[in-house]
């Protein structure tokens, strides 16, 4: 066991300045309402408390889907931060990065942390400074233990972190997950100029496995961490930003001294339980980005105004709608959200997009300039489908939840309607993706509920 194992006093760390200039960020977004992220927040920011870390929290609400009150931040508090996000995603690392950027000038180090751990150790901190004199990058914790349901709260698992596997020289290959698996995620550290250098976290994996690519990132190895059948240009932009975060931190390392790019804390961590693993769905969520032919370069932009992703173009909402049942099905509270609360959700989504639409038209039906624009740019797209509110596919869709009829008593009953204040309703099984039908609302041609993927335009996000 190694001399700095024993002793809680030798993580102490002379310079006393070094704590005070130590940051915490951590994110909250919980779009369908799981009661157990924030009680699992709150329990953390005590922990931090008790650990005596300065913690930053950015939390982003959706009032596309009826969150207009920010739960656990406050305005007024100069460590927090509150965004209003306009599109559904897994937005951890975007947040992370907004949360970076407003540390105080002081700030030298900064470690981004899940809200959902807790450590056995409360000088784990001192234990991070001293990893990072050796390490660019530093995972939080060397063994992290997955907690069962409370109140017993029982170690279900028990796994070794993916820096301890590198610095120990252990298998990593998800391949051979079941003799090693190096734990990717939790909590990793860095200074605030290797943080900027790398350009913050990559914010392209908007359903999760954030920390599996950064990680694997570190050793320059994330093309073992991709999926094949991915959009060839994310899974290219994936490879490019993961081949620069190296080069730039291995060159860091170099100039720097220190002994390698990855290393760990040696102490313990703690994760709470808020739902099974099997339900986090971390093979299965990829099916989305596979099935919807995402492609980061063209179906988001950065919004201006919250410095987050915005889904444009026509698979908006098919992605938002499939990405929500990502979300509901991770029973993080033991339970799903039930199929008609995500319908209600659902419907927002729709109704608060054509909302926005008509602020920025000024009138019904009428189109703005920057919307001209942008149409003109994305040749090949079928621009009547800017008009419409999400439909979703025929109800025999595992992804499809329950139908809302429509309040219009023009809409024949099963007939997608283009009229935006119409809430979004399923087709009945059969009903043709490309109906011409008029029912008081003109022509009206739908889509297949996937998009059509018809892009020539390169919308990039300022990170990349």
């Not at 309402?33 to 609400?61: N, W």
């Not at 390490?135 to 993916?162: C, I, M, N, S, W």
């Not at 703005?368 to 439909?391: L, P, Q, V």
């Not at 219009?408 to 979004?424: E, K, R, S, T, Y």
Request: neutral net charge; charged residues 25%.
């Amino acid at each position: 066991m190694p001399w700095w194992f024993k002793s809680k006093k030798a993580f102490d760390i002379s310079d006393p300045s070094d704590r005070d200039s130590f940051f915490v960020v951590t994110a909250i977004f919980n779009p369908v309402g799981f009661t157990s992220r924030y009680d699992l927040y709150h329990k953390f920011v005590s922990h931090m408390a008790q650990c005596g870390v300065q913690l930053m929290t950015v939390e982003a609400i959706f009032p596309s889907l009826g969150q207009n009150e920010f739960q656990v931040t406050q305005a007024d508090n100069p460590l927090h931060v509150q965004v209003r996000s306009p599109s559904v995603y897994w937005m951890k690392e975007n947040l992370i990065n907004l949360g970076v950027s407003r540390l105080p000038s002081h700030a030298k180090w900064v470690a981004w942390l899940d809200a959902d751990v807790t450590f056995e150790d409360k000088n784990w901190m001192g234990a991070t400074l001293t990893a990072l004199k050796k390490y660019e990058v530093v995972q939080v914790f060397k063994k992290a233990k997955f907690l069962g349901p409370p109140p017993e709260g029982k170690v279900l698992r028990t796994d070794y972190g993916f820096g301890y596997s590198v610095v120990h020289d252990k298998i990593i290959d998800q391949e051979r997950y079941a003799e090693w698996y190096p734990h990717p995620g939790y909590g990793w550290a860095m200074t605030i100029s290797s943080f900027r250098a790398i350009g913050g976290l990559p914010i392209h994996d908007i359903v999760g496995s954030g920390d599996l690519h950064f990680a694997f990132s570190l050793l320059n190895r994330v093309s073992n961490a991709v999926e094949d059948q991915l959009h060839p240009e994310f899974k290219s932009l994936i490879l490019q930003i993961s081949n620069r975060t190296f080069e730039t931190l291995s060159s860091m390392a170099k100039a720097t001294g220190k002994q390698g790019i990855v290393g760990y804390a040696p102490v313990t961590l703690r994760h709470n339980w808020h739902g099974s693993r099997s339900d986090r769905q971390y093979v299965d969520r990829w099916k989305i980005l596979i099935a919807h032919q995402f492609n980061f370069r063209e179906d988001v932009e950065t919004n201006d105004e919250s410095g987050l992703l915005e889904f444009v173009g026509g698979k908006s909402d098919a992605l938002q709608r499939d990405i929500l049942t990502h979300f509901r099905i991770r029973k993080e509270d033991g339970k799903e959200v039930s199929g008609q609360d995500l319908a209600v959700i659902a419907a927002g989504v729709a109704m608060k997009k054509h909302e926005k639409k008509k602020k920025k038209t000024g009138r019904k039906g009428s189109n703005s300039s920057s919307d001209d624009d942008r149409r003109k740019r994305n040749m090949g797209h079928n621009t009547a489908m800017d008009n419409m509110a999400w439909i979703p596919p025929p109800q025999t869709d595992p992804y499809c939840p329950p139908c809302i009829p429509c309040p219009d008593p023009n809409c024949p009953p099963g007939i997608p309607c283009p009229d935006p204040n119409c809430p979004p309703h399923c087709h009945p099984p059969g009903h043709d993706h490309h109906n011409d039908h008029e029912h008081g609302h003109g022509d009206h041609h739908d889509n297949h509920h996937y998009g059509d993927g018809g892009y020539s335009d390169i919308h990039t996000s300022t990170q990349y």
